[in-house]
């Protein structure tokens, strides 16, 4: 069964919200549970319920691409409600992993995307890669001058008929 982002996600924050309120019910139990106090493990798994309901609020597009282009709007809105968090980085973190675990998600849809998988070779010969910025986002062609293009002449004897130009 082939799981898309969003489901993959939405899982992921579920289940950690479900993990945080079994700590929260275990300390109520007087068990003694290394991490946060129980009013921490509370608000992240609230944190959690949040994450969920952004991903939940994302209409299904019916293309995982699309899907994830939407899922990944989301990335500049949890590193805000990250940032809000100073005061309580238990919370902070929740948010914060929301969006890396987004970008890794990105990634790894990336990296195993049909497209990614086709050799060089095989794609348009057509693409000037001469018109393809680089780093610094402009255009290499105006650095090009006469000296850096080989002056090497070949000379073919008439008479000679190899191709190589070889006597």
Avoid: W
């Avoid at 699309?66 to 989301?74: S, T, Y």
């Avoid at 402009?138 to 008479?159: A, G, S």
């Amino acid at each position: 069964m082939t799981t898309t982002a969003r489901e993959y996600l939405v899982n992921r924050f579920q289940t950690d919200a479900a993990v945080l309120r079994e700590r929260v019910a275990l300390m109520a139990r007087g068990t003694k549970v290394p991490g946060p106090d129980a009013a921490t493990s509370r608000r992240m798994a609230d944190a959690c319920d949040e994450v969920v309901a952004m991903l939940l609020a994302i209409a299904s597009r019916g293309h995982a691409a699309a899907e994830l282009d939407a899922i990944m709007a989301l990335v500049p809105l949890l590193e805000h409600r990250a940032t809000e968090q100073q005061s309580n980085p238990a919370v902070r973190s929740v948010y914060a992993g929301a969006a890396t675990r987004i970008r890794e998600v990105r990634l790894a849809e990336a990296q195993s995307s049909p497209v990614a998988a086709i050799p060089v070779e095989d794609l348009d010969e057509d693409l000037d890669e001469a018109e393809l910025p680089d780093d610094d986002g402009e255009d290499d062609l105006d650095e090009i001058d006469d000296d850096d293009v080989d002056d090497d002449v070949i000379v073919f004897d008439e008479d000679d008929d190899r191709a190589d130009g070889t006597r």
